[in-house]
């Protein structure tokens, strides 16, 4: 079996220099500037986005600050503004769902669409469907958005292909120059293979894309040691490995396995610095009304932690009956707290699972617990008409740092959906 | 980086009801008017049961991000930057 000779029907979507493009977007005077967006804007905030302007100085994502302004002198750092981040990813997930229903919506700033059966494909070609994107997301979103598009016969390869030409690609791979595209590539240019899947390749003699693509399936199972040799093959060769069908369905509340929220700290605190403790209230009470929003309690919690010398401890445990409350929450995960090594934490983070679905309308046998349900409803209730945290625990007074809103990498759970809107024309004002 | 104001302003809209935007239009803060020529970004935030659309905008020189409080109809001119 060779390359897929299908005409490619996949298209992965990505807004180039996402975050940093939308801050240029947003504020003209920023077009055209080395700029960037960081976690902080502080010498040691890391740079989450880079302008295309400040990546031509050698400015990159993960950078401190203090590096990029070293390579830069002028860069602008702006904080993320996830609100700004989160329309636009609704605005284009509204511009490619008028092409196909068959979308996956990988991460705040990449999409997957399969466009096989659609009346689309019937009209224009992959390369014009493409083009026509490409132009609307700069009538409808705004003229400095652009995207990379990468066409292939499967995911991964349109993967890729989206990464081959930054900004504004356009690129397709098909089986006439799958050996051009791998020619020009590192083993490590491709997704999912860094030092552990090279060395596993580089042992079994492979050294290159292009001996990757030529190994069968046997030498790659050989090579992987496991199925996943397989899969590779399935993948380089322009087919799905079997996850696509799966991730292209629009997820279910019931596929929800746990809520979870973390917080990198900008001043290291000890574990039984109260201080520490304020931050943890407040990501529980984050967690806690997701949780309840979605109509969830949870048998299990768990916590883990980043010390500031860059070791990691975590623990999790279940329980006998669901928790419910911010306050059961917070005291199991205080508790826990007290079992880990006595370090200076960088990063909080808690999480439940073990999801069950509230029943908490049926009274309990414990009136105090009913009043603790009644109580925490009540406290939702308050903040979903007035806002986040208008109604705190007292451990929450004085707090000087506070958990912001931000993105998480590779997910957008918790955005809302996108009422059908008529095409409208652009407009200008002047 | 852009200067924090947060001070209440006026506002003209421009609205069309074909299009059914609704789009600042000019600014008058401190005895000034500045007319708005480019609209970078409109997005909007909820803050409980409250909506505010936020524009970020220009007039050419200077960067407003203004708010509007559906609530309330009143504008407030959150930043300022200019070009140096």
């Given amino acids: 079996m060779d390359f897929n000779p299908i005409a490619p029907t996949t298209m992965h979507v990505d807004i180039n220099s996402c975050f940093a493009t939308i801050e240029q977007q947003a504020n003209p005077l920023l077009r055209g500037v080395p700029m960037a967006v960081a976690a902080y804007v502080k010498d040691y905030g890391c740079i989450l986005a880079a302008s295309y302007e400040a990546k031509k100085l050698g400015v990159k994502t993960g950078m401190r600050v203090r590096e990029g302004k070293m390579l830069a002198p002028h860069l602008v750092v702006l904080p993320p503004d996830p609100p700004k981040y989160r329309i636009v990813n609704r605005q284009l997930l509204g511009v490619l769902q008028s092409y196909t229903a068959h979308i996956s919506v990988e991460s705040i700033d990449e999409m997957v669409m399969n466009l096989a059966n659609t009346p689309a494909l019937e009209k224009l070609s992959m390369v014009n469907i493409a083009r026509e994107i490409k132009n609307r997301i700069r009538l409808e979103i705004g003229e400095w958005i652009t995207v990379s598009c990468g066409i292939a016969p499967n995911r991964y390869l349109a993967k890729i292909a989206s990464g081959l030409i930054k900004p504004d690609g356009l690129v397709t791979i098909t089986k006439d120059n799958i050996l051009d595209t791998f020619a020009g590539m590192q083993l490590t240019d491709f997704c999912g293979i860094k030092e552990g899947n090279s060395r596993r390749l580089r042992a079994a003699g492979i050294m290159t894309p292009l001996a990757f693509y030529r190994a069968s399936a046997i030498e790659l199972k050989r090579a992987f040691h496991s199925v996943m040799g397989y899969h590779w093959w399935l993948r380089l060769h322009g087919y799905e490995d079997g996850g696509m069908y799966k991730e292209f369905e629009k997820d279910t509340e019931e596929d929800q396995k746990s809520f979870g929220q973390s917080y990198v700290l900008g001043t290291p605190r000890a574990t039984n610095d109260s201080r520490l403790w304020q931050i943890l209230t407040q990501l529980v009470m984050k967690m806690g009304r997701r949780l309840r929003a979605d109509g969830f309690a949870a048998y299990g919690v768990g916590i883990s932690t980043g010390f500031a010398d860059h070791t990691h401890w975590h623990t999790q445990e279940k329980k006998l009956s669901p928790l419910f409350t911010d306050a059961d929450f917070y005291t199991a995960m205080r508790t826990m707290l007290t079992h880990a090594p006595e370090k200076p934490v960088k990063l909080l983070a808690v999480y439940c699972y073990a999801l069950h679905r509230d029943t908490s309308q049926q009274a309990s046998l414990f009136p105090e617990e009913n009043r603790k349900r009644d109580l925490t409803r009540a406290m939702d209730a308050i903040q979903n008409r007035f806002g986040d945290f208008v109604i705190h625990s007292g451990r929450m007074v004085n707090m000087e740092q506070k958990v912001l809103d931000r993105i998480s990498f590779g997910g957008v759970q918790g955005l809302p959906d996108i009422p059908f809107q008529e095409t409208v024309e652009h407009e200008s004002v002047s | ?84």
């Fill in chain 2, 1 to 84: 980086m852009p200067e924090t104001i947060n001070e209440p302003v006026s506002v003209t809209l421009w609205s069309n009801h074909k299009t059914r935007k609704v789009l600042p239009y000019g600014l008058y803060w401190h005895g000034r008017q500045y007319h708005i020529t480019t609209i970078g970004l409109h997005h909007t935030v909820w803050e409980g049961r409250r909506l505010f659309h936020i524009f970020s905008v220009s007039d050419g020189s200077t960067f407003f991000k203004l708010v509007m409080d559906s609530e309330t109809l009143g504008w407030t001119l959150v930043e300022v930057e200019t070009i140096h």
